[in-house]
């Protein structure tokens, strides 16, 4: 008859992965991913629009809040009206949102 171990002495088993586990760590990674990609998108933006605007007029990289972003993204329409780095953070924001509801749901808070 075999010896039975104890629970703290059993060889460790890999368990088949719960799938709000997966979704959690993709959402965790893409809501990162996401974030930086629209963080850089708005760096370039506005080192974009202070290389065309006067001294006085330029963006300081620092204390962004709300009526900044939006007089940033008004200059940067305006002086490159064919310019995809708009879109791009926006998108990037949309999809960081989207992973941030996996986040939540690989958490349980939609039960």
């Known amino acids: 008859m075999p010896r039975l171990l104890s629970p703290a002495l059993r060889p460790a088993t890999i368990s088949i992965m719960n799938p709000r586990v997966i979704v959690g760590i993709v959402a965790v990674v893409g809501t990162a991913a996401c974030g930086s990609i629209g963080a850089i998108a708005n760096i370039e933006m506005v080192q974009g629009v202070n290389s065309r605007l006067p001294k006085d ?33 926006r998108f990037a924001i949309a999809a960081a949102f989207v992973c941030l509801l996996g986040d939540a749901w690989a958490l349980g808070f939609f039960q």
């Open 57 to 89: 007029a330029q963006f300081s990289q620092m204390g962004w809040y709300l009526s900044k972003t939006l007089r940033l993204h008004r200059e940067y329409k305006r002086l490159f009206p064919t310019g995809t780095l708009l879109m791009k953070a």
